[in-house]
Every structure is written in C-alpha cells, then in structure tokens.
C-alpha cells in the first residue's frame, strides 16, 4: 500500500481509526472515512491526476469542491461513473478511479442500483449549511415553519469545515435542527435548479460514498422536488484566481483550498508554499499551513498596503512582499519555483525574485454564488468594492445571505442569515423567531486593507500560458484574439473561446475571464456584465433525472385486447408510439417480403383482418361540439348528419399537416374522432389547449376513450361475406351501407359499432366492440372466414395497401411542411367556413408557391427498392457540392399488385413533373425514377364498393 507522506500526524474531521483501499490510475493507495478521492489522494503526494482537454498539460487539484475544473475523475468500481470532480467524491473501500483529459464513458452495462425522487413542500428552503444557513434555518424553524436545509457535504458547516477551529454553536444549531419536528436537514445534497414558482431540484447522493458496503435497499441517488413558499440562499462564495504565466501547473491551488485540506482532512498540500493574494483571505491559509508544519516562504500581495492581516503573518515569521505579484511558475509536471516582481500601477517592475516551492496558493478574490439566484430570474450587479457581480432584485420569493450576497465575516454572515431566516418565515406566516445564541467569533479590531482587483498579470512572452479557464484550456490570449476578431459580447466571447461551458460551468473562470475581457476591450466590468447561468448548477446524471422511470417504466409498453392471440400465431411487432403493434404474421420459411406480398394478396383478392384497435378515439360532447371541430378541421364537420362519417384534416397555425383522421357522428350533440396511433395524446393537448386558453365559452368537452374500443379491420372483396355471416341482422349492400356510414348492430352475437371505412382502397370495414370482447370478435371472424382464406396481416401491409392508393401517413409522408394542398389534398380544405386554424396561413403567398414539395410516386427502373429518406436530383451526374435537391422519399415498397417497387415522395414542383425522369442516389449509384400521380392502384376507386 502507498504510504500517505502528506498526511498531518493529527487534527483534521477524519477517522484514522476507518482505513480505507482505493486505487488510482491503476496505483493502490489508502485514506480514511472522511476523505474526498482529492484529499487521499494529496495526502499519497499525487498531484497530477490528468492532462488538460485541448492542449494536453499536465494538470492537478485546484480547489477543494464543486468549482474543481482540473481533477476530473472516471470511476470504474463498485459501477463507472464519469466526469465527476474528485474533490467531490467520498472516499470509499475499494474505490477504483482513474484521472481523466476532460471526456469520460458510459458504461456497457445497466446499472444495477435504484435512482428515486422524493417531492416535499416547505415554507421555507434553506440552500446551504454555512455559517448563514444555518442561522437562517434555525431562525425560521424556530418559528414553527416547514423548514428544509440542504447541503452537499456530509455534516454542516460550510466554510466553516475548512477552519481550525469550528464555533461550538454550529454543531449545536445543526443538532437542534435535526430534532425539530418541522424541520429537515438534507445532507449530500446538492440543489441544481431553480425554476418559476419557488420549484427547485436537488440531488441527493445516497449510497456512493458507502461504496460496497452500500444497503441494497437506498438508492444511488435521489431528486429531490421541492415546492418552497420562501427560499433562503446561503450558498456562499467561490475564491478565483488571477491570471499569471504558468498559473496552471499542479501544485497551483487555491488558497482556501489548501486551509480545507489542512484543517478538514489533515493533509498537507505541499511541503514549502507561495501565497499570492489580493486581499485578506489568503493570509488565513498562510497561517494555518505554517502552524501545521508547511514552510510558507512569503506572502505576495498585490496591494501596496496590507493591512493587519499582514502583520500577523510577519508576526508569525512569514515574509510578505506587498505591492508584488507572481509572473510565473517553473517545474515538471509540479511547481518547482516561483517568480515573483514588483508590481507598480499594473506594471512590473524591478529585478525578479525566485522562490523555491512546490506549492503555489492563489487568491484573486472571491464570487458570490450567484448561479441558483440568476437561474430564479434574480438580477446581479457588480460591485466594484468587492470585484464581484452579487444579487440585487428578483421576481421570485428568494433571499440571499451570507457570502453569497457579499457578507464576508463571520458575525455579518451569522447575523445576516438569521435575519434573512426571521424575515422568510414572517412572509410565510410565521412570528418571529428569538435571535441565535451569542457566538464567540466577534471578529478582529485588526486593520484591513481593501481588496485589489487583479485580473492578469503583465507577461513579457505574450500570454499564452496565461489560463482563464482551466478545464477548456482558454487563455488570456486566446480572449485577445476574440476581442482583436471583433467580438464585445461577453456572451460571444463565450461561445467564441468556449470559456465557461464546460462541467464546472465557470465557477472559478466565469468572472475572471469578465474582468480580462474588460481589461481587453478597455470597459468597466459592470458594463461588460456576466454571462447567463443555467441549470443545471453542478451536473447531474441523467440516470438520477429517469429515476425508475427507465425501461417500461419510462415508455410503457401498450397493448392492445388481442395482443396474445397475435403472440400465439407468430406475429412480429414494431413499436407505434408506445403501442406494440403486430408488424407481420410470417410462416415458415417466410421472411418478411414473403410474408407481407401473401398478407397483401390476401387483402387485395379475398379478405385479410387487422388489429386496429390503437388508433386514437376522441369522444366530443356538448351543444357546441360541431362548431368545436369546424374550427380544429379544415372541412366542415358541423354539417355531418348523424350515422355518416367524414374524413378531416387537422393543421397548425402555420396552415401545415398536424393530424388526420375520421369523425363519426354520432348524435347531435355528440362526435367520435379518430387520429394517428402516434399523435392521439398530441391531439387531445391540441384540442384542450384551445377549448381552455381560446374559445372557453364553447359547451364541448373531450374525452380519450382510445382502450374504450376495440377495433378490426376487415378488409378485401370477400370480406362482405364474412361480415354478412356473422351479422345477419345488419344489411350489407352498398346501397343500404354506403361507405362512409355507420352502423350499430350485433357482430357473432357481440354489440358492434360497424364502420364503413377503407385505408386499403378495398371493400372493408371496421368492426369496433368493447375490448372485453375483442378475443371473441376476432376469432369468429377467423372461423367465419376460414373457408374465404381469411389471413391476418400487419402494419408493414397496411403501409403498402394505402401507399398503393396514395394515402398519406402524417408524420411518414409529411414532415412539418406540408399543407393539405402539397398532399394534393386541397379538396379537404373548405372554401366556405369563415375560419379554422391554419386558413389565413393558406393565404401567405409561400404556401400558394408552386415549387413548393408536393406529394407524388415514384417509379424506380429495374424494380429497385429504395431507400426511404433517400434524396431526388435532376441530373445523371451529380453536381459539385453543395448539390440541389429536388426532395426526399417518404415511403418505398414492393407491390404485389402493381407487380414492381414503388415509392412516395415529396418533390419540388412535384405534379408538374408527372411524367418526368429523375434519378436517387444509393451508395456510387444514380437510379433512374418517373415521376407519377401519387394514385397507382385503382384510380378510380371502383373496388371500394366491393
């Protein structure tokens, strides 16, 4: 095992008593409960743990938590899980990680472990378990409120872990807030998003840092879905760094950092350190690492004037160089020595002085966490004090305490917090609660020094090795040649560099790289502004976001009432929506072209059957559900008399194809609509979405009765026989049943709905019963058509019966940009109604443009099958790129009728080419095509009157 030659011979929040075996890029290595992967694996004295994305440098851990854009870690044991910091990661036995350049991998195989969601309603919502939210928490739950505290790390505290010495009143407020009855206390959880209405999610590691020894019944993670009525924001600040040559070598780390690793996990981060500073912060860490035994071999502070905190470093033998800077770093792959300069109105000047170290701690100030409140709506400002954006207003029922609001000292954060705390409780209906107890840390009647806010420093060989943003590898002069191109947006400068968008989203770059841009362009920070914050603030898996909803549980698998009968006859399936549909039946020796040309013949020459029963079923009610439709549809519905049917076209408001279907009348007040099995739950949103927001003066009300209904289609010349076999009460003729028509009676003794509907262009109908007794309809028409060759068939023959006839298939034939005229489908457009949705966009000269794609067949040379989504070009060689296309194939079939392949497609000026030859590219190949009506079988519809 690798020895620990880091480790602090005592202090720290570790058990020494709870070793810990991990691995690391292959090493073995040990730790204790209570250290992150980062902490272990400085305490073994590794420093690098990967290379950088885009230029390959060596690169080690920066900071100590969810800002960490260098030690980007792949876990491979007990399950892999990438791209996670390792300043995040719990340590647990038999941990196996390897460092990563900035790109991770998916596992090959599902994970076994449970992903949950919890949803909780509080009155007040506390994010963040420092100093200010804790007071916070603990002032509105002594009111009585509902309160949620939330927090990432394993106990309270915050900032506060990092420090040698913890107030005893933060343990005390963390326990009373465990044993208040309105109160809970999410630990290990991170709250990621903050949307309208006070609705914030939160993710809760549950089992990672238990590793092995994790119980089988919690899950990996959970999301936490909170409603709050108000929200506290403590989420306190990040420390950033300033840009200097070589500022990205391991053993460069922030200097908060290195007091976290300290006094949190007795580690220490180097053996002789460089503190480069611009305020106060850093001379904390500078004390506390020479009171563990680090030599701390100067303090570089840019400001002319220290302050107090200055002179108790010198007090503590530490050498401080105010009014300097670094310029740069040497050593490989770790720092071996720092160059330090005078600094003189942001000019160098005076000899260099090198410092031997191998541990270099910055501090260029620090950024509230502003990331939730942006993401409510909340607005930020800089503040030129503290070089910082930080809140101002905000829409939403927030509050931000503490640091994260610019409160940096302990008994503003404490006296903040609690006020913010008191004040949410109040607005939530509470009385106030009494004050914190008193604390201890009553801060220093030193003098201080305001901060200096540096941004780079000067580099005499250009600034290529100046990084802003670490994890994308972006440098001051990449920022130079963005602003030299022109660009001034901040948000521009952005996307242009891609400084900000990776995992760690900008957390320690995010407002060094404003104040280099503004540095650049010559403006003032707070009018060059910040960039946007987006959810999620950390990132989250998506495995954590499905939950159980994966597998059936995430797209359940519908079937229909004779989904067993179509498994016991062979039937394979395809996936409709979420419907599991009886694709074809095949026999033996058949493959699925054998198959389907017997299913189609069966269709076109005697009588075949098919299960229906998922196109969607939209009952309309109420005295004005007629005017309803006419308004949905671009033909007139309101004139159906009851026991007809009429075929409809539903388009957006941009005049194009949204749904198509039947409608049967069924009463006066009363309508039953069809639609596409895929767009069923589409078009009750589209209805209800109007009858709601638009028109709710209408008396109409829907109602999906899609599983109410069983349908069979019958179809094929003989299928009036086996009909009239089984319904002798019903008269079958086409004069007594016009097609088109309805009609109630008794099928095999079973009560029907018996339709005269055909997508086959063949005699048919479709017989629609309760689903209790679809089993039983189905196989009566078996035996009664057993003699007639009845054949069960599928939705690849469905397909290739209505393509033969030229009826489209929304969403297969039409992408988005079809109107019902480019289907050659105007006669479905009524010139009579006044209006319905989409008709003043029928009117825009670009739908009347007569190049536009319009639907037509095609007619391959030598019988080739092509492609579907395959492109249409004009000439028999292809043009030098970019290549005009003409259209694209929709559909494409062999046709046992037609005896040859045909395909359906939408072409530019498509019915003005009838007749002429166009060619598809397969592979090296131009095919020829003709270009045809989109009718190819029985023009005149004379077979769907048997």
Known sequence: MTPQPFRLPDGGRISRGAPLAFRFDGVAYQGYRGDTLASALLAAGVHQTSTSVRLGRPRGIFTAGVEEPNAIVQIEAPFPEPMLPATTVELYDGLVAGGLPGQGRLATEPDPARYDARYAHCDVLVVGAGPAGLAAAAAAARTGARVILADDQPEPGGSLLGTAEIPDWAAETGSELDAASEARVLRRTMVFGYYDDNYLLAAERRTNHLGSQAPSRLSRERIWHIRARQVVLATGAHERSVAFAGNDRPGVMLAAAARTYVNRYAVAPGRRAVVF??????????????????????????????????????????????????????????????????????????????????????????????????????????????????????????????????????????????????????????????????????????????????????????????????????????LARATGAGLRSVEHLKRYTTAGTAHDQGKTSGVLTSGVIAQLLGVEVAELGTTTFRPPYTPVSFAALAGRNRGVLHDPVRVTALHDWHLAHGARFENVGQWHRPWYYPRDGEDMAAAVARECRAAREGVAFMDASTLGKIDVQGPDAGDFLDRLYTNMISTLRVGMIRYGVMCRADGMVFDDGTVIRLAEDRFLLTTTTGNAAAVLDWMEEWLQTEWPDLRAHCTSVTEQWATVALVGPRSREVLAGLAPQLAVDACSFPFMAWRETAVAGIPARVCRISFSGELAYEINVLPWYATALWEALYEA???????????????????????????????????????????????????????????RADTGRADRKQLVALLPQDDVLLPEGAQLVAGDRLADPPVPMLGHITSSYRSVALGRTFALALVRSGRERVGERLYVPVGEELIPVTVTGPVLYDPEGARRDG
Not at 367 to 378: D, I, K, R, T, Y
Not at 816 to 826: A, E, F, K, N, R
Request: proline share 7%.
């Open 785 to 843: 058509g057993r003699p007639l060759g009845i054949t069960p068939y599928g939705t690849e023959t469905m397909h290739v019966l209505r393509a033969e006839k030229g009826y489209p298939i929304v969403g297969q034939d039409t992408d988005g940009t079809v109107t019902p005229q480019d289907l050659g489908m105007g006669w479905v457009v009524s010139k009579k109604k006044r209006d319905f949705i989409g008709k003043r966009s029928h009117l």
């Open 277 to 478: 500073t611009t305020g106060d912060s850093a001379y904390c860490a500078a004390l506390d690492l020479a009171a563990a035994g680090v030599d701390v071999a100067a303090v570089v502070d840019a400001r002319p004037e220290p302050g107090g905190a200055a002179e108790r470093a010198a007090r503590a033998g530490i050498e401080v160089l105010a009014g300097h800077a670094v310029t740069g770093t040497s050593g490989e792959p770790r720092v071996a020595s720092v160059a330090v300069r005078a600094l003189c109105a942001a000019e160098l000047t005076g000899p260099a002085r090198e410092f031997a170290a191998d541990l270099l701690l910055v501090s260029g100030g620090w950024n509230p966490v502003a990331h939730l409140f942006s993401q409510a709506g909340g607005q930020l400002r800089y503040d030129a004090g503290l070089g910082a954006f930080v809140p101002d207003g905000c829409r939403q029922a927030v509050r931000v305490a503490g640091a994260a609001r610019g409160v940096f000292d302990l008994p503003g954060c404490l006296a903040d917090g609690a006020e913010a705390g008191r004040r949410a409780a109040e607005d939530a209906g509470f009385t106030a609660a009494r004050p914190l107890p008193p604390t201890s840390a009553a801060g220093s009647a030193e003098r201080s020094a305001p901060s200096a806010h540096l941004w780079v420093v000067p580099g005499p060989d250009g600034f290529g090795t100046h990084f802003v943003d670490l994890q994308r590898d972006v440098t001051v002069a990449d």
